[in-house]
């Protein structure tokens, strides 16, 4: 073991060991050198293109029958790009429910087909239907998407969208409809409870920036199956100082009007579809007014006989982009308007109960509807009785104002020819002569001393035309006259079917007219007024609301009770003799 000497004891060897290193690294380098430049070539993996990489999805990209979205691999690449897409392969229906509503959604578009109202009937007694399927089949059914690119929003209401559920949901319920591509990415989702309202919330990316796409209500209601129905139309919305109402003349399709809206929204006579945005300040609203075609008999529909009308309709959403409000779907019932909550907005009542328009004499029509909905509730379980027994109290409480105006009436009659006399005495003076001012001083002094009135005949009138102009209003946007029956009559909101309640407007104006003295009118003008008079207002009162009319017939008949029983006292006695007098005075 001694003559064993350690290799790393060598004289030499580190040296030996540095230059072997050196010599197998040189044997290295040149060996890669050689190889690269002499040996083999590697073919190099093929780059995808960025055309490749944005090409539309191909057939091949089409979900299969068994899923409902897919990710497609763009054809020719390695592997490493992809374009995902999220689209159904089959149009399908969902249907959402509670014990108000049944809506039933279709994933074309995510929007909505069909949206009854199951305390609410047609005219034909089946469950109200608001779609306006002839108009949306036009111009877009609701909850569809409104852009200001007409391509885009052809492409958004005509995806196939994929469903969250499927199936009938029983409310509360979500439902949620989602859409992308290869530049557009797009998401709507709505939440059901058990009210009349809907959550709402959109968002649609296009080119990866937010986009405005707006949920619309776009073609009206299916309620309006004639002229007087699409006349009703209006495009109504609150903002911060006041509700504005626009009728259809006052609408222009595609116009922008930004907020800020407590809420905003399509209406007709009794229904309403109201968006109630999250952010009044931000929120836009995009009024639409369509032309269609409808039958002029809407009964008897013919192709030949149809009449041009405006479809109303209106897109509102966040001018930022995502969009996310309420939407109320249902009747314009005051019971139903005041519990539903309104955004906070300076100067906006809390609730929705400004859809229920009673005109200029709000004041007095809103509660006139009170009463006539207590008396339904409370005394007389019908709507065209508590009509009646409303316009007898009425007509008695205006009785002194009717008394008070006979006499004042009486006593100008009584000076008439002393005021005659004064009359002709100045009446070869001219308007400008200083003493044509006498005349109207004695005339003044003869009322005086006579302790006559001249206004005592027309201020009762005065008082008692708003409650006409009321009791109008009021019936007009009383949703619950609606299709309230009353003897022969079916509907107390739409005209009298055999149309008696007019000719009764006739024979009564008639024969009131007959039986009030008017001793101070000419006898050939008030042979006119008895006979045109009655026949204007039956020609006016033709196609009103049957309930109108029964008020109006009612408080005509209540008139002749009146009017006979104070012809019978000395007031009207003396009366009707001065009329007589006039009468056998002007025949000779």
Request: hydrophobic fraction near 40%; proline fraction near 7%; glycine fraction near 6%.
């Amino acid at each position: 073991m001694s003559d064993f000497q350690n290799p790393q004891q060598e004289p030499g060897t580190e040296r030996r060991l540095l230059l072997a290193f050196a010599i197998t690294f040189l044997i290295i380098v040149v060996s890669q050198f050689l190889m690269k430049k002499y040996g083999p070539k590697v073919p190099d993996a093929a780059p995808v293109s960025q055309t490749a990489a944005q090409a539309p999805v191909s057939q091949s990209a089409t979900p299969q029958a068994g899923g409902s979205q897919a990710a497609t691999p763009v054809t020719g690449a390695a592997t490493t790009s992809a374009v995902s897409t999220k689209q159904a392969s089959t149009e399908s229906e969902t249907v959402v429910e509670n014990d108000l509503y049944k809506i039933r959604f279709s994933n074309r578009g995510g929007l909505v087909k069909s949206w009854v109202l199951k305390k609410f009937d047609d005219d034909k007694g089946q469950p109200q239907e608001l779609v306006n399927f002839t108009a949306s089949a036009k111009y877009g059914f609701p909850l569809s998407l409104f852009t200001y690119d007409g391509n885009l929003q052809s492409r958004l209401n005509q995806a196939l969208y994929v469903t969250s559920v499927s199936g009938t949901l029983q409310a509360p319920a979500d439902i949620t409809f989602e859409f992308a591509d290869q530049d557009l990415v797009v998401r709507k989702a709505f939440h059901f409870d058990h009210s009349y309202l809907v959550k709402v919330e959109t968002s649609v990316r296009y080119k990866d920036v937010d986009t405005q796409a707006y949920p619309a209500w776009p073609s009206g209601f299916g309620d309006e199956n004639n002229l007087t129905a699409y006349g009703a139309s209006q495009i109504e919305y609150h903002t911060d100082e006041k509700i504005e109402r626009l009728a259809a003349k006052k609408v222009t399709g595609a116009n922008t009007i930004n907020g800020p809206f407590a809420w905003v929204g399509p209406t007709d006579r009794y229904f309403a579809a109201i968006f109630l945005p999250d952010d009044p300040q931000n929120s836009a609203l995009v009024t639409l007014h369509s032309p269609l075609d409808i039958p002029k008999d809407a009964d008897n529909p013919r192709a030949n006989e149809t009449v041009k009308v405006g479809v109303l309709g209106a897109a509102v959403g966040d001018r930022r982009g995502p969009t996310s409000q309420h939407l109320y779907v249902g009747p314009k019932s005051l019971e139903i308007l005041e519990k539903i909550p309104v955004p906070a907005l300076h100067g906006v009542t809390p609730d929705l109960t400004g859809l229920v328009n009673f005109g200029f004499f709000e004041i007095i029509a809103k509660p006139l509807f009170q009463w006539l909905k207590w008396t339904y509730h409370h005394v007389v379980a019908n709507w065209g009785w508590a009509i009646a027994l409303q316009t007898l109290i009425i007509n008695l409480v205006l009785l002194p104002l009717r008394i008070t105006q006979m006499k004042s009436a009486l006593k100008m009659q009584k000076i008439q020819p002393q005021a005659k006399a004064i009359q002709e005495k100045y009446k070869k003076y001219s308007l400008r002569d200083p003493r044509k001012a006498e005349m109207n001083t004695e005339i003044a002094a003869l009322y005086k001393r006579e302790g006559v009135n001249p206004a005592g005949g027309c201020l009762p009138l005065l008082i008692q035309m708003p409650f006409l102009f009321a009791y109008y209003s009021m019936l007009g946007a009383a949703l619950d006259l609606r299709h309230a029956p009353w003897l022969w009559v079916r509907d107390l909101s739409s005209p009298d079917p055999l149309h008696l309640l007019p000719v009764c407007i006739l024979i009564s104006m008639f024969l009131v007219q007959r039986m009030t003295p008017q001793g101070a009118i000419d006898p050939q003008q008030q042979k006119m007024m008895n006979i045109f008079m009655p026949i204007m207002l039956a020609f006016v009162s033709w196609n009103l609301a049957a309930g109108l009319c029964l008020y109006w017939s009612i408080g005509n008949v209540i008139s002749i009770v009146q009017q006979t029983v104070m012809n019978k006292t000395s007031l009207g006695q003396e009366m009707r003799a001065m009329a007589d007098k006039r009468a056998r005075k002007a025949q000779k």
